[in-house]
């Protein structure tokens, strides 16, 4: 089965620093990643989507996330934060191996970003 | 162009009475999701609509769930004699097709069951 652990809840920067939420996964397939962003009052969006192609995906407003087989990791970076990127951030896993788009959701991080 | 659409966007009721929840897909897409985010599950699947075929109804947590998709577009997810458990906030996106498309959310709605 398919799961994924968002390792920290909660993630405090000053603007202008790197951020960094973190992702482990499981799965018994080679699996499909995903980082979305949810900001108050607001949708979904997908920041950027890994499925077995380049180990290093930039997504858009300047994040990235790198996959590491080897840690069964899928990191979210940003070089340096801005107060817009305050908001939850959702590590996603796709279910099993068939054509599903069925999504599994960590149970969130929370990016507060100080002035 | 438009995206997913769902109404109402608020939604209050009293415990043992039905709701009903309507989702507006993405014109030309083909595959439909609801999903569920509370408090205490954080963002679960509920139901997976892919064309014709039959949904994937997996997620729904209980027979008093339940979902249609009419015409292939806009979809309904029905809740009887709801109960306190039930307030969330209730999710729909959509892709061009099921797989790796990119999905769509909507803005939700919100549930609360008194």
Same mark, same amino acid.
């Given at each position: ?6 390792? $920290? ?12 939420? #973190? ?61 817009? $990127? ?7 896993? #796709? ?21 | ?14 415990? =043992? ?23 205490? +599950? ?29 015409? =292939? ?10 109960? +306190? ?22 803005? =939700? ?6």
């Amino acid at each position: 089965a398919q799961s994924v652990t968002q390792l $920290d809840s909660h993630v405090s920067v000053s603007e202008g620093t790197p951020v960094l939420l #973190r992702c482990n996964y499981s799965s018994s397939y080679s699996p499909s990643l995903f980082w979305y962003v949810q900001h108050p009052n607001k949708g979904l969006q997908l920041l950027l989507k890994y499925t077995s192609a380049a180990t290093l995906v930039k997504g858009i407003n300047g994040f990235e996330a790198e996959f590491k087989k080897s840690e069964t990791s899928f990191h979210l970076t940003k070089p340096s934060a801005h107060m817009s $990127d305050a908001a939850e951030y959702f590590c996603v896993v #796709r279910h099993g191996s068939s054509n599903t788009g069925k999504l599994i959701f960590g149970q969130g991080t929370t990016l507060q970003v100080k002035p | 162009g438009a995206g997913v659409s769902q109404s109402p966007s608020n939604k209050v009721t009293e415990k =043992g009475k039905d709701v009903e929840l309507r989702c507006d897909p993405i014109s030309g897409h083909t595959a439909l999701y609801w999903y569920r985010q509370s408090l205490g +599950q954080g963002l679960e699947f509920l139901i997976y609509f892919q064309g014709n075929s039959a949904p994937d109804k997996s997620g729904l947590p209980s027979d008093r769930f339940s979902a249609e998709r009419t015409g =292939g577009s806009v979809s309904t997810l029905t809740i009887q004699r709801t109960q +306190q458990e039930d307030s969330a906030v209730y999710l729909c996106a959509s892709s061009f097709s099921g797989g790796l498309e990119t999905q769509y959310f909507g803005p =939700g709605t919100r549930l609360l069951v008194l």
